[in-house]
């Protein structure tokens, strides 16, 4: 019989888990049955643990990227200048003055990099090659130069837990299964014929396996069939990913978002996952190996550079995503932590009112998580959730104070501020008419699944609409002319309908409008160094 109980449960991964499961108590209210049958679960917080963080009171160490406004882009959606209906870098670049206008120190780009687009960038084919819908490198170099020239920073979103199957390496490895580049990536042999290795299911609603006849085993990939997990035990892949890193980095890059950076480690022989929304999850989200990997980034990179990290913790609540970030330890400087966006017993597809309370709750507590040796991030929107005013409410009359509530909210709580392309103007929720409408590739494949469960048409669309990452990449909206002024040929994506009235150039004028409330809270957060750096207790 297990006589550790009490000490995992004092463990952060293990409490965040266990309460996800409904089985959070204390340990002397265990049965035997029950830690027997939890004993998966004990093995994986042993070989996860880390010594407890004791707070460390005293004064935050000063760092460009803690006193930051943050601006994230979603480029495709972001500002065409070439009418194809795809945003693109010289539309950036014609935006950049009213960036600054807002108050922005940091520009966030989602992926631009060379990709198929079965997942909209977030597939890549080539790190180091720019995306032609986007433009060129001498077209990004431009682009950094002016970011620069403005006072301002660029950080990259990087995908490091998989590339698309069009890369160079997976396409090696099916040509040749004994080059190096096979064990790039995760294979194993099924369990019989026409059997998958293990039970996991992909983020994508499908499973997490293909299998290749030309090598006759199965690859891995959590998220869409065509991205394919990159193999992090190989050292001559991770060497690979450093150099890639440090020549971006090299040419000026400030930092990375880290797309999905906590699942980079796998647990040792891949078995059968516990059945769950997501099954296999818990064999991945918080790896045996995650920290050194990110010691070693942060070693052969990050160190190397005057350089900001924010890592996606894909699954992990506030408490465990601070063993990642502590200065103290060298592995990323910052998180997103979205435990507050979807109150408990919801998700992003879910039709509901949210609850302030719970966000009241969830500040509370995260705000006294941060220390002398802990940096926290805030945020509330981004490119995979709906919009976030629009959960609180719907009501057009609610719409503006709801939204300057976020603002304000943001503005004056300790951390680096994100904020995403549209928050700024109160963009909100868009109807679409029908599920053809759809470009998001995880929408797409949860409204085929319900489908094939019995649902009909209109009920799998009625669920899926709500949730779908097109929610927030629905195009920017500049103006109230033609397209919204975001392009002069045929958005890639459907606009919202209420641009005529929701827009830049409109909110601009009026001194009252959202925009303009940014614009004054985040002049305040720069006025006011207590805002940033200022010790957090709730009255």
């Known amino acids: 019989m297990r006589t550790n109980i009490e000490a995992l449960l004092r463990q952060p991964f293990a409490q965040e888990q266990l309460r996800m499961m409904g089985k959070l108590k204390p340990a002397a209210d265990f049965t035997p049955e029950e830690i027997e049958a939890l004993e998966p679960f004990w ?6 643990a880390l010594p407890l963080h004791e707070p460390v009171k005293g004064e935050y160490a000063r760092k460009w990227w803690k006193e930051a406004v943050a601006y994230q882009i979603y480029p495709m959606s972001f500002c065409d200048s070439n009418g194809d209906g795809i945003g693109d870098l010289n539309g950036i670049c014609s935006k950049l003055d009213y960036l600054k206008a807002l108050g922005v120190d940091i520009v ?10 079965d997942d909209n960038g977030y597939d890549i084919r080539d790190y180091r090659k720019i995306h032609a819908d986007y433009g060129t490198m001498e077209d990004f ?16 979103d990087m995908v490091l837990n998989h590339t698309s199957d069009e890369h160079p390496w997976f396409q ?17 042999k099924g369990k019989g ?23 006759g085993e199965w690859a891995l990939h959590l998220f869409s069939r065509k991205q394919m997990d990159l193999n992090w035990e190989n050292p001559a892949l991770r060497e690979e990913i450093y150099d890639m890193l440090n020549w971006w980095m090299d040419k000026g890059v400030d930092g990375f978002r880290l797309d999905v950076i906590n699942l980079i480690s796998k647990f040792d022989g891949l078995p059968d996952g516990e059945k769950s929304p997501i099954t296999g999850i818990e ?4 790896g045996p190996h995650l920290h050194e990997y990110l010691r070693e980034m942060n070693e052969r990179v990050f160190s190397r550079h005057d350089s900001y990290t924010v890592g996606e913790g894909c699954g992990l609540g506030a408490e465990t995503q601070v063993s990642m970030t502590l200065a103290s330890r060298r592995e990323l400087n910052t998180t997103f932590c979205f435990s507050h966006f979807d109150t408990p017993g919801h998700n992003k597809y879910s039709t509901y009112r949210y609850d302030l309370n719970f966000l009241k709750a969830f500040v509370l507590k995260t705000q006294q998580v941060q220390d002398a040796d802990n940096w926290l991030t805030i945020v509330f929107e981004n490119h995979d959730q709906p919009r976030f005013v629009s959960k609180i409410t719907r009501k057009p009359e609610e719409i503006d104070p709801a939204a300057k509530l976020i603002a304000l909210l943001e503005m004056t709580l300790c951390g680096t501020a994100f904020v995403y392309e549209g928050q700024e103007l109160g963009m909100r929720f868009v109807r679409f008419n029908d599920a053809s409408e759809f470009r998001d590739v995880e929408a797409i494949n949860l409204y085929k699944k319900l489908m094939a469960e019995g649902k009909s048409e209109a009920e799998a669309f009625a669920y899926v609409a709500p949730g779908t990452r097109d929610q927030t990449r629905a195009p920017m909206q500049w103006t109230a002319g033609k397209n919204a002024g975001f392009t002069t040929g045929t958005p890639w994506l459907r606009l919202n309908d209420n641009f005529d009235v929701v827009n830049e150039e409109d909110a601009a004028q009026d001194p009252s409008s959202i925009l303009n409330f940014y614009r004054a809270a985040i002049a305040l957060r720069k006025k006011s160094t207590m805002l940033v750096s200022g010790g957090f207790a709730p009255v």
């Open 193 to 215: 014929e026409g059997v998958p290795p293990n039970n996991w299911e992909s983020f994508f609603s499908e499973p997490a396996w293909n299998y290749y006849p030309e090598v």
């Open 108 to 117: 966030w780009l989602s992926p631009i990099y060379d990709s198929p687009n």
């Open 43 to 48: 093995k994986r917080v042993e070989t996860t």
């Open 283 to 286: 064999q991945y989200v918080y």
């Open 141 to 156: 170099d431009h682009l950094l130069s002016e970011i620069h020239a403005r006072g301002m920073r660029l950080i990259m």
């Open 172 to 188: 090696a490895a099916l040509r040749d299964p004994g080059s190096k580049y096979k064990d790039y990536y995760i294979w194993r």
